[in-house]
Nanobody, 116 residues
Framework: QVQLVESGGGSVQPGGSLRLSCAASGSVFSILTQGWYRQAPGKQRELVAAITRPGGANYADSVKGRFTISRDNAKNTLFLQMNSLKPEDTAVYYC??????????WGQGTQVTVSS
């Protein structure tokens, strides 16, 4: 079992920045990939950014150049640095982890609101 707890969401004006954190606990040794997803009202959940064990990262086209995913392996914590935020970035952001056995885990979500 893997437990994921997100933090760092909030309200910010357009052009602002936020940093999301996702602390993993439990069977963290089994985690193969981790990522951030988001779900806006009335829309499907979508991948924002993902990171693999060797350190590679993938980003949605809509956030490339603005968001950066990173991980502190010693603290089992995943981060998402979000800069130049836009109103369309408003959503609930979820942390995800997938294990070697193919199981997927989700955090509870953290709200990000970008509004003037």
């Amino acid at each position: 079992q893997v437990q994921l707890v997100e933090s760092g969401g909030g309200s910010v004006q357009p052009g602002g920045s936020l940093r999301l954190s996702c602390a993993a606990s439990g069977s963290v040794f089994s985690i193969l990939t981790q990522g951030w997803y988001r779900q806006a009202p009335g829309k499907q959940r979508e991948l924002v950014a993902a990171i693999t064990r060797p350190g590679g990262a993938n980003y949605a086209d809509s956030v490339k150049g603005r968001f950066t995913i990173s991980r502190d392996n010693a603290k089992n914590t995943l981060f998402l640095q979000m800069n130049s935020l836009k109103p369309e970035d408003t959503a609930v952001y979820y942390c995800n982890a997938n294990t070697h056995s193919g199981r997927g885990y989700w955090g509870q979500g953290t709200q990000v609101t970008v509004s003037s």
